[in-house]
């Protein structure tokens, strides 16, 4: 289990992303899925506005030139379709344009994530360093990917830039 407390860049918003090495794990964890976002779900607390939980499983990704350093900013894209041929498009798209962010300087990795009815697709990239991140995004190649991913979505996406504030590895099985 990989369990990582992230900050947004602008301090707003604290992300808890936890990455479960398999789905018995996770259910040890959080035995019932409907209690997520209940009053009971363990990531709930008093000072807590709002919690968006999503769940999913791997569904690929890709990885950079810096894959094994540790992340120093990462996004969460937590991207919403109609149903699963768009979230495979989204996928393929992903891999397609992997050819030049495997290469890019500073770029550790993108995994994905994919709910279990294919509408909720998470994509966590992760960069080196904020510069290495600005460069990423300044490069005019990302804003066509962008057009091409918003004519597939059924509702506007959630993003969320954001600082690695704290890493936790280990089992709490």
């Known amino acids: 289990m990989l369990s990582r407390v992230h900050l947004t860049l602008d301090g707003s918003t604290l992300v808890h992303h936890t990455r479960w090495t398999n789905e018995r794990d996770y259910h040890l964890w959080r035995p019932d899925d409907a209690a997520v976002g209940g009053p009971d779900d363990p990531c709930r607390h008093p ?5 968006v939980t999503v769940t999913g499983a791997a569904a ?3 990885q950079g030139p810096a894959v094994g ?3 120093r900013v990462v996004a969460v894209a937590i991207r919403h379709f109609a149903g699963p041929a768009a979230a495979a498009t989204v996928l393929g798209l992903l891999h397609r344009s992997g050819e030049w962010k495997r290469d890019h300087p500073g770029f550790i990795a993108a995994d994905v994530c994919l709910s279990a009815d294919g509408r909720t697709f998470v994509n966590y990239p992760a ?3 904020r510069g290495a991140y600005e460069a990423w995004m300044a490069d005019p ?3 066509v990917g962008q057009a091409e991913i918003a004519r597939l979505e059924s509702a506007p ?3 969320y830039v954001c600082t690695v504030e704290h890493d936790v590895v280990g089992d709490r099985g």
């Open 47 to 51: 000072a807590v506005r709002t919690n």
């Open 60 to 62: 690929g990704g890709i």
């Open 69 to 71: 350093q540790p992340p």
């Open 127 to 129: 960069w080196a360093g």
């Open 141 to 143: 190649r990302i804003s």
């Open 157 to 159: 996406p959630q993003y």
